[in-house]
């Protein structure tokens, strides 16, 4: 099995920033073919695809409405993939999962496999 586990939500202005992190344990993937990317659900909307990153590099993902404010990145050695969230707008207010895709096909990958269990980012203004 595969453990992700986020952290780093909590309540911030608007304008301001927050980084989440989410630290994966348990089986391991080959790097080469995995992705991992973060997803949000707010209330009354659908589940919104936020971004995404090949793990070995060379390709990322971001949803239009978090172009240019939000970043995505990991660190291999930690296991852990990050979402740097600046410029935090009350729209950006939802649950926020991390999640992995074993196999890279298209791109940004569809196909995720294992979810953690979300973090709530509330943006007030």
């Known amino acids: 099995q595969v453990q992700l586990v986020e952290s780093g939500g909590g309540l911030v202005q608007a304008g301001g920033s927050l980084r989440l992190s989410c630290a994966a344990s348990g089986r391991t993937f080959s790097t080469l073919h995995m992705a991992m990317g973060w997803f949000r659900q707010a209330p009354g909307k659908e589940r919104e695809y936020v971004a995404a990153i090949r793990w070995s590099g060379g390709f990322t993902y971001y949803a239009d409405s978090v172009k240019g404010r939000f970043t995505i990145s990991r660190d291999n050695a930690k296991n852990t993939m990050y979402l740097q969230m600046n410029s935090l707008k009350p729209e950006d207010t939802a649950v926020y999962y991390c999640?992995?895709?074993?196999?890279?096909?298209?791109?940004?990958?569809?196909?995720?496999?294992?979810w953690g269990q979300g973090t709530q980012v509330t943006v007030s203004s």
């Open positions: 999640a992995l895709a074993p196999h890279i096909g298209d791109w940004p990958p569809r196909e995720y496999d294992y």
